[in-house]
Structure formats: structure tokens, C-alpha cells
């Protein structure tokens, strides 16, 4: 029986099968992953936002329609929790968050390995609650700790402490750590606004600042179209210093092509930032779509003569 709840939630279907709310079926392997990864037990607050930001991201909803969400969704969500506590796989802890029963970690981590995710039992966790931001970072950035790692870091620290901790290593480092760090100030709220609003006076950082405040509604400096450009080489920047990077570049599929994307390859030439040929180069050759690797050839030679010019090294 436990098993063919995995295989419902994971076959993803199109009307409501287990829950009977379609969008907490569609992230339900999901919401169950997550819930694995945090043995002591997550917050149903916690699940829902959760649930509503990857289904922004996937599906894109209107404004009407993601408010409608956010109000219905908690109490989809405690109904969908009853449905998963009466077939043995969560369980309410005595402070009102939901963890997995033993029954619920043995099943869940058999379907993640069967579906090809990696899921670290609590030991191989537990290793990692403990590292510093900077070595939590590099080891996303090597490959070497998986999502579940990240939100049972999370767990172990305060909004604010985490925060502060990844804005340092973010401030002076890499576009690759202002990635990794990204990813995980994502996952925080307005409870960590303090430290990311000290990031503003950080001349690399500012920009992650300004957008996570404007995203939480926050006050905020605005953020200028270069800077929006700079954002984008910022995020593809990262793609070089990942461990399968530049080799798997399947993460270049979510970039849409089309007029859109042609039009910010070409703002890229002249946006000062240190990584512009290495990410147009990039594009160049790896993006699949012909255009977008046009216009990046065509952006990088451009950015190549700005820099020539900037460095008195521009041919006679």
C-alpha cells in the first residue's frame, strides 16, 4: 500500500488522484522529499510556501490566481498531511511540525533511489548540519551534498545567523558561491532580511539583495535594466564553476529562446562584469538554438573590443 501511494504521487497525473488538490498532488513527491530531508520535522507553513513557490515557477500562475492559492492551500495541505498520517507515512511531532515515520523514511528513500535521486540517510546528513557556510557552499559547488543537505543546514541555524553566514562567503567570492548562495537564501523569509540588507553595501552581492528584498516585498533600491542583465551573466557565470559544468549544459534549457533572450545577449556585451566573455562564449557554444548562439558570438566579439579599448590594447 505504501508503495502505490509513492508511485501516485510520483506519476504526476493530471486530475486530483491521492490528495484531492491537484497541485499538491503534482508536488507531492516533492513536498515528501523535502520532508525527508528535515527528520525532526517540518512546519505545514513551511511545506505550503514551499509548494506554492515551485508551482509559481513551474506553471507560472496570474496574480488572482496565485492569491487564491495562497488562501486555500494551507488547509489542502493539512487534509493531504491527514491522508499521508492514515496511510503510515508522517507523523506530528509534539511542537505541530510533520516528519516521517520510520515506515515513511525506509518507503521514501526506496522511491527516491528508484526514481535516481540521491537521498543521504540521517547519518550521512547529520555530517554536514554542522559545516561552516563557506564549506556547506563549496561542497554544493563540487557536487558533493545534495538539496536535503541545504534544508537540514537551514534547520540547524537561525534565518539571521545562516544569512549572515552566506552573505560573507558571497560578498568576496565567485559567481559559482553567489550562486550556491542564492539557491540557499531562496529558502529563507523576511525573518533574514537584517543580514541580506547589509549585503546591499556589497558591490557583488547587492544586486541578489536588492531583487531577494523586492520578491518579499521589502523596501529596496530598483534595480535598472544593466543590472538586471548583470544578474543573468551573474547566474550563467556560476554554470563554470559547478563540478558538471561546462560539460552538462542541460541547464541551458531554461532559457526560453526567442526574441527575448537574442535581445539580453546582446545587452550582455556592455555590462561590466567580470565574467561577460567567459558567459557569452558559453552560450556560443553550447546554447542549442541558433540564434541565441549567433547573437553570442556576435555580443562576445563586441565585449572583446570594449575590453581592448578599456585596457589601451585596441588594434590601430
Known amino acids: 500500500m505504501v508503495m502505490d501511494v509513492l508511485d501516485r504521487a510520483d506519476a504526476n497525473a493530471e486530475e486530483p488522484g491521492l490528495t484531492g488538490s491537484k497541485?499538491?498532488?503534482e508536488h507531492l513527491a516533492e513536498t515528501l522529499a523535502t520532508i525527508y530531508s528535515v527528520r525532526?520535522?517540518?512546519?505545514?507553513?513551511?511545506?505550503a510556501k514551499g509548494i506554492l513557490h515551485s508551482h509559481e515557477v513551474a506553471c507560472a500562475p496570474g496574480v488572482v490566481e496565485l492569491r487564491r492559492l495562497a488562501?486555500?492551500?494551507?488547509?489542502?495541505?493539512?487534509?493531504?498531511?491527514?491522508?499521508?498520517?492514515?496511510?503510515?507515512?508522517?507523523?506530528?511531532?509534539?511542537?505541530?511540525?510533520?516528519?516521517?515515520?520510520?515506515?515513511?523514511?525506509?518507503?521514501?528513500?526506496?522511491?527516491?533511489?528508484?526514481?535516481?535521486?540521491?537521498?543521504?540517510?540521517?547519518?550521512?546528513?547529520?555530517?554536514?548540519s554542522d559545516?561552516?557556510?563557506?564549506?556547506?557552499?563549496?561542497?554544493?559547488?563540487?557536487?558533493?551534498?545534495?538539496?536535503?543537505?541545504?534544508?537540514?543546514?537551514?534547520?540547524?541555524?537561525?534565518?539571521?545567523?545562516?544569512?549572515?553566514?552566506l552573505v560573507q562567503v558571497a560578498a568576496?567570492?565567485?559567481?559559482?558561491?553567489?550562486g550556491a548562495?542564492?539557491?540557499?537564501l531562496e529558502e529563507l523569509g523576511p525573518e533574514a532580511e537584517l543580514p541580506v540588507r547589509k549585503a546591499l553595501d556589497e558591490p557583488l552581492m547587492w544586486r541578489y539583495a536588492a531583487s531577494w528584498l523586492h520578491i518579499r516585498d521589502l523596501p529596496a533600491p530598483p534595480l535598472s535594466p544593466d543590472d538586471h542583465t548583470w544578474i543573468a551573466?551573474?547566474?550563467?557565470a556560476a554554470l563554470l564553476y559547478f563540478a558538471d559544468a561546462p560539460g552538462a549544459m542541460g541547464s541551458f534549457d531554461v532559457l526560453e529562446a526567442?526574441?527575448?533572450?537574442?535581445?539580453l545577449v546582446g545587452e550582455m556585451a556592455s555590462v561590466d562584469h567580470p565574467d561577460t566573455i567567459a558567459v557569452l562564449d558559453l552560450l556560443a557554444n553550447h546554447h542549442g538554438d541558433q540564434a541565441v548562439a549567433k547573437a553570442a558570438r556576435k555580443a562576445a566579439m563586441k565585449a572583446r573590443s570594449l575590453e581592448a579599448q578599456l585596457t589601451g590594447n585596441a588594434p590601430d
Open 172 to 178: 568576496s567570492g565567485t559567481a559559482g558561491q553567489r
Open 258 to 263: 526567442g526574441e527575448e533572450l537574442v535581445r
Open 23 to 25: 497541485v499538491i498532488d
Open 131 to 165: 559545516y561552516a557556510a563557506a564549506e556547506l557552499v563549496e561542497a554544493m559547488i563540487t557536487g558533493a551534498v545534495t538539496p536535503s543537505v541545504v534544508a537540514y543546514w537551514l534547520e540547524r541555524r537561525s534565518p539571521e545567523s545562516a544569512a549572515h553566514e
Open 71 to 128: 488562501a486555500v492551500l494551507p488547509a489542502e495541505l493539512y487534509e493531504a498531511l491527514a491522508v499521508l498520517e492514515y496511510c503510515g507515512l508522517v507523523e506530528q511531532t509534539a511542537t505541530g511540525h510533520f516528519r516521517l515515520t520510520p515506515l515513511g523514511v525506509w518507503a521514501v528513500r526506496r522511491d527516491l533511489l528508484r526514481e535516481g535521486h540521491d537521498a543521504p540517510t540521517a547519518a550521512e546528513v547529520e555530517v554536514y
Open 40 to 47: 525532526t520535522g517540518v512546519a505545514a507553513a513551511t511545506l
Open 233 to 236: 551573466i551573474d547566474s550563467l
Open 181 to 184: 548562495v542564492g539557491t540557499i
